[in-house]
């Protein structure tokens, strides 16, 4: 396709503005965390490392990470397995309200967190009677990152087909060593994937996580609790970036592993369909 260079320069511009946008508040949190003084002034007086000695040693910022790192790991765990299951019913079976099935699965990312907070606490302490603990968080966050997941294992499993599984079908494997050998290899790459997107929404999520939580805090929380005391303000910076390093980490992994094309039938697929044949026998 042939683009102008007037074109090519307004594209060039617009790209430039739009990450000038979204990244430049991000960048000034992270020149904060350095900064000398504990008032917040630009320009900055000075830098240090003193706010990050201080932020690993604070025993509140110790227990929220591992919180944070406890809620995001469960809630990523029961997602791949709710979301893969979804996935396997809905791209390869069909039966009525399929499609509505799937709206559903996918419907809770679209809800104000608000919302879903408040519907997820009045069932945990009204209906349910549960108290509110790091296992509602985790059930809470689990709710959206089904989704990510689904949406990625959907993806991959509609471009892969099904000629490989009935193949492998066909040579005498069961439906277990089919998708071991055939289905679970090409699905891996975008599981993963959508674990690292769930881990990070899970991670940076604060409003579910305020209707759910009990008595302990992760980090989102923790920012916010402080945000407004001055003398903790640098250390809010340095945490601040410390969360927008955990949360770059899973994308950055996620969109390189979505990028990984699918093999072909003859290059790939009719080995492992042969070997789920070969494993049965």
Known sequence: MHI????RWVLRIGTAITLAFIYIPLIVIAIYAFNE????????????LEW???????PGVRDAFWTSMKAALGATAVALLLGTLAAMAVSRYRFFGRETISFLIILPIALPGIVTGMALNSTFTQVLGVDLSLFTVIVGHATFCIVVV????????????????????????????????VTFPTLRTALVAGGL????LSLDEIIVTTFTIGSEQTLPIWIFTNYARPNQLPIVNVVGLMVILL????????????????????????????????ARG
């Not at 000695?53 to 604070?58: G, P, T």
């Not at 079908?169 to 277990?176: I, T």
């Open 150 to 181: 689904f949406n990625n294992a959907v993806a991959r499993l509609r471009r892969s087909g099904t000629s490989l599984e009935e193949a492998s079908m066909d040579l005498g494997a069961n439906g277990w060593l089919t998708f071991r050998h």
């Open 197 to 200: 997107l769930a881990f990070a």
């Open 247 to 278: 949360s770059i980490i899973p994308v950055y992994l996620a969109n390189r592993l979505s990028q990984d094309p699918v093999g072909t039938p003859g290059a790939a697929g009719a080995p492992a369909a042969a070997g789920a044949a070969g």
């Open 37 to 48: 003084s504990r008032s917040q002034a630009w320009p900055i007086d000075g830098f240090t």
């Open 4 to 7: 102008s260079p007037g074109v």
């Open 52 to 58: 990050f000695e201080r932020a690993v040693n604070n």
